[in-house]
């Protein structure tokens, strides 16, 4: 029980407004207000605070040590719009307490009057209680997030992406689930539905007091889902981002930084190193003549099968020398010529015959012509030829 | 046989080391042919075609390229400057058109500035002009006018890369 008269308390806050506020800080700090810290405090203003943070009950003692009265605690936050952001598991517990009310508002609405309208009042200030929270958490998580992507403390991109990755994970996600409409879970959704009925009821309720009351129920929630719907806005297309944002930018920082301590050691993007030829390239004439050789051959060429002669014959000369040089001397150059023709060929070809007959011409035979005129005739595959008798020697070494 | 259209240029420019970009015409016709061409330089040429949504390229089995190590160690340079700056990197590397001047800034004042000078492809301006007509060859930049480029999207080859090593440094610490 509080003797002072509130005007008394709120004086008391003003004037040592800094004292309060230093309480505050240690609280949000620590989770509680040390007595080392306290008792400097005092010491600093004097034994009078103590009797008055005590009577105002401002504080309470914790074992040794303090703690600020939630009332005040809460005073503070508002007016210093230091808001820790809450858990969504806290905030959903929304959903329990106004579906229950919800239930029994319709389930009993034709039984006592005054505990109906108890409940739509309780049920409208879970709604203000759950609209306010949502908006501290969704002003704070921003004030949060902005000073991430400010980076005023200087702390590392690799905390940076922790950082980022914690927000979105148990704060964003899970609030913009509690804020989404479309699902049937949330507790935005379940704020609609009273709002459906709350719109039935303000118009078709027989009693005059709880239409009333329907109908303050009714333009709250009005209020609600538009700054629901703002919230959730905020979330998605401001928030979320911004922290993906800060998380993708700080991961590809942080990989830039540990590339850049030793870059010469890491294997990077493998691309293809592109060839080009050079003109003083090793394979270069190669490559030129494979390039025109394409267009040499410029007519059609037709082969059929059967008339073309793979056998083709090919002069041996160093063969048919060895073997004129063995039958030396030849008394008829030409039958000689012949002869050897016909050890290999049925039918001798002109061709062959002449081809052999340039072995005359060879430097290294001696030619004898004959005193009379003696000839021979012989008869190829397409003449009949008449040659001299030609005696061929071994030329003579001088 | 009938190949795919545009063929030839698709060849020529891959094996030539150049990506080929999604808003190019034939990058159509490889992303038809996306099985046809993963097999074709596997078998041909034993190289695996990296094909993604926004552009493509060859990848090489020599890892020790110098020209991707020098592009790696310029844009990861850029990135750390431009956020030092204040600058939210990566809208730049997407929409920013970038002036040599403006990039001889960031690596003349960079706190890199002993890594920039022991490579030669980075410590002079000219040197950097030359390493930027490189990216411009292979795609990896458009340059506007003469003194002026922006990043196509192959620069997304390089982020990928640093986001994979982060990933793996912050993996191995965790552990």
Known sequence: MIKAEPRTILSFLHANFDVVKDLFSYQIADGLITKEVYDMLIQKHGHTMNIRLREYRVI??????????????????????????????????????????FLKIRKYENQDRDILQERIKNLSHQVREFVDLVERNTFRLLAETRELKSNIDRIEYREKVQKAS???????LPLNRILDVKHSESVTSTVLDVSEYANRRRLDFQ????????????????????????????????????????????LILTGWIE?????????????????????????????????????????????????????????????????????????????????????DFQDIETDKFFALCGLLFDGDLQIEFPKKAERVTLTTTTSNISLPKIKVEPALKI | ??????????????????????????????????????????????????????????????????????????????????????????????????????????????????????????????????????????NIVNKNFEDRFSFTQAYKVFVDFAKELALKRMAVESE
């Open chain 1, 60 to 101: 309470r003692s914790l074992g040794s040590d303090y703690e600020m009265r939630d009332v005040y605690f809460k005073l503070m936050e508002f007016l210093m719009f230091e808001f820790k952001p809450l858990l969504p598991e806290t905030i959903e517990k929304y959903k329990g307490s106004i579906s229950e009310l």
């Open chain 1, 166 to 172: 914690f927000w979105i994970e148990y704060y964003i």
């Open chain 1, 207 to 250: 009693d005059e007091t709880i239409r009333m009351e329907f109908e303050k129920l009714y333009s709250q929630l009005i209020q609600t889902n538009t700054d629901l719907l703002r919230q959730s806005k905020v979330l998605v297309n401001e928030l979320l981002p911004l922290l993906e944002r800060i998380r993708t930018e700080s």
């Open chain 1, 259 to 343: 590339f850049l301590r030793n870059p010469y050691k890491m294997d990077t993007p493998p691309l293809l190193k592109g060839s080009r030829t050079m003109v003083y390239a090793k394979d270069m004439l190669y490559k030129v003549r494979e390039f025109f050789e394409q267009f040499s051959v410029n007519d059609y060429v037709t082969l059929e099968d059967g008339v073309v002669d793979f056998d083709k014959w090919i002069f041996d000369r160093e063969l048919f020398k060895s073997n004129l040089t063995k039958s030396l001397p030849v008394n008829d150059f030409f039958s000689w010529c012949y002869k050897e023709l016909e050890k």
């Open chain 2, 1 to 138: 046989m009938v190949y795919p259209s545009n063929h030839r240029q698709i060849v020529e420019e891959l094996m030539g080391g150049k990506f080929i970009l999604s808003n190019e015409e034939h990058f159509n016709s490889l992303k038809e042919n996306d099985t046809f061409y993963t097999e074709f330089f596997k078998i041909s040429f034993d190289l695996d075609l990296n094909l993604k949504t926004e552009y493509a390229f060859l990848l090489s089995k020599e890892t020790q390229e110098n020209f991707s190590r020098d592009v790696s160690i310029f844009i990861a340079i850029l990135c750390y400057e431009l956020d030092r700056d204040g600058r939210n990197f990566m809208e730049a590397l997407d929409f920013n058109e970038f002036t040599f001047e403006e990039v001889d800034r960031y690596f003349d004042n960079s706190s890199f500035i002993d890594l920039i000078e022991s490579n030669k492809s980075l410590r002079e301006p000219d040197a950097r002009r030359t390493l930027i007509n490189g990216m411009h060859r292979r």
